[in-house]
């Protein structure tokens, strides 16, 4: 039987399309495990901790011990310090059966526990376990931070630094390396926020070792995880070029791949429009399992919906990145952004906060764009008559921008500059993301985003149509836009542009034009 993508639960490479992660797992056993460290990987969710975690046991096991479990739906272990320790002696007598430990190191290590001091109870069953171990044992904590009780789980910590720490000295024999897996960073609980739970300040896991291990997948392993399926299916897709559009819409987020490919596979290939797999491994295909994956409701969109409600500045300044093009300095001390990577929304480029990837950014901004719909009752008069701007599958995207500076003039002709500095950019892209929803992608190029100017990339039909926006600042400095939207349509090869400036002169003269610049035409709008 043929592999399948996988999006759900570990990655089995005996099962799955997967990306070649050796590199990675050899690297986090060369530098963490074989030194003795103690540390967390502390990734945003569905980034394949769990799967690196499954595939660094398989990888260590015939040196080590691996003592790999889950706090994950293990609520009844934090009701008390004594439910805490019999509960990790029985998980881990379970994973010694597995692994066919020694009876007798077995019976000791199972020995009842005093319900008086738990805790010393299992600090020296675990001096004794790692004693009598023919091999040093390595433990794997995964969904760290689901526990119910931060202070019995605190105190575990606490026993274990104090038992590193012992070690150190030649004091006490204990766990050779621990890792600790979960969204939150352990070394930094003030961060977890629940209401009404007071914040933890301190953690005594100020022991581990930064983990700075990049858990995204690159272009070539993207590559090689699309290759498998390509040796197993023969769609003569273009392997490198597929690889480089995923990793450019996604970062290598691992979930993000996946569920790309698994779209291509399970949803495009075999639909009307792309009826063999190999119609569906193309430029258009791969834009078409964007847009199904965007409009769809999964585990990913819906855990970032939730975190963007519990962090309300957190959103309000994504907004302000997206739609404002705010720049605000990278600063890993400040809650907000710190909270914005720990669950991978946000990302360090250039000393300058970004949202992470391009899926990232259209999806909050389709969410924004929503909300701020129903907050404000907008509804433009198109969207009974979207018919009107397709014909045989290819946007008008002139007939667009005319009916914009029409709409525009008749519903926010009278609103001041400061209202329109801050929403004109909204406006247009709730104006335009019904017109190509469904059927095309949006996204902005961040790197022409800033506090006066914004690109809008369509791709519709096998067109792309390139779309500044800019406020207008004079004669002068409109040139230098239209000079640089020219630019822009020699990297991207487009004969076309659409410029669209927002007007705010007592005397300006509304409307749409074209110019010819350079054997480049720009269809300018003013409103």
């Not at 790309?260 to 834009?287: H, M, N, R």
């Not at 404000?376 to 045989?392: R, S, V």
Request: proline content about 2%; glycine content about 6%; hydrophobic content about 35%.
């Amino acid at each position: 039987m043929p592999k399948s993508f996988n999006i759900t639960g570990v990655c089995i490479p005996e099962l799955h399309y997967m990306a070649d992660t050796r590199n990675r797992i050899n690297e986090i056993t060369a530098n963490y495990i074989e030194k003795g460290c103690y540390f967390t990987i502390n990734r945003a969710r569905q980034s394949g901790k769990t799967t690196t975690l499954y595939l660094l046991e398989k990888h260590l096991q015939e040196k080590y011990t691996v003592i790999r479990f889950s706090f994950e739906a293990a609520d009844e272990l934090f009701t008390s310090l004594y439910s805490f320790a019999t509960g990790l002696i029985q998980i881990t007598s379970n994973e010694l059966k597995r692994q066919k430990a020694d009876e007798n190191i077995l019976k000791k290590w199972q020995e009842p526990l005093s319900k008086e001091f738990p805790f010393i109870g299992l600090s020296t069953r675990i001096t004794e376990l790692c004693q009598n171990s023919s091999k040093k044992i390595v433990l794997m904590i995964d969904e760290t931070d689901k526990s119910s009780d931060n202070q019995i789980f605190l105190s575990f910590l606490g026993l274990l630094r104090n038992k590193y720490l012992e070690q150190q000295q030649q004091r006490d024999n204990t766990f050779h390396s621990v890792i600790l897996a979960g969204v939150y960073d352990i070394k930094n609980l003030k961060l977890k926020l629940h209401p009404g739970e007071e914040p933890k300040y301190n953690s005594p896991w100020n022991i581990a070792a930064d983990f700075t291990i990049d858990m995204c997948f690159k272009p070539d392993e993207i590559a090689g995880m699309i290759s498998m399926y390509e040796e197993d299916f023969k769609t003569g897709m273009d392997i490198k070029a597929l690889s480089n559009w995923i990793y450019e819409y996604t970062s290598g987020y691992p979930y993000m791949v996946s569920c790309i490919c698994l779209v291509l596979d399970k949803y495009v290939a075999g639909s009307q429009d792309f009826p063999e797999k190999k119609d569906a491994w193309t430029k258009e295909g791969f834009l078409k399992a964007v847009r199904i994956f965007l409009q769809s409701s999964n585990t990913l969109f819906d855990d970032m919906a939730k975190k963007l409600n519990e962090f309300p500045v957190l959103k309000e300044r994504i907004g302000d990145i997206l739609f404002c093009g705010a720049q605000y300095t990278f600063e890993a001390d400040s809650p907000v952004i710190n909270t914005g990577i720990m669950f991978g929304f946000l990302k360090n480029s250039g000393n300058i906060v970004t949202v992470a990837n391009r899926i990232f950014e259209t999806k909050i901004y389709n969410m924004l764009l929503s909300e701020k719909e129903f907050a404000q009752g907008i509804n433009f008069k198109h969207t009974g008559n979207i018919k009107q701007f397709i014909k045989e599958g290819r946007l008008n995207m002139y007939l667009v921008m005319e009916k914009f500076l029409e709409y525009y003039e008749e519903i926010f002709g009278n609103t001041s500059e400061k209202f329109i500095e801050n929403e004109g950019r909204r406006i247009f892209l709730m104006y335009l993301r019904p017109i190509i929803n469904g059927s095309g992608n949006y996204y902005i190029e961040a790197m022409t985003r800033d506090q006066t100017r914004t690109d809008v990339i369509v791709d519709y039909g096998g067109q792309r149509f390139i779309i500044e926006m800019k406020l207008w600042h004079g004669k002068v400095y409109n040139r230098h836009g239209e000079e640089q939207l020219i630019n822009y349509l020699d990297y991207y090869k487009q004969d076309t542009g659409y410029l669209l400036s927002f007007n705010f002169n007592k005397h300006k003269k509304t409307g749409i034009s074209k110019i010819v610049i350079n054997n480049k035409t720009i269809v300018e709008t003013v409103v």
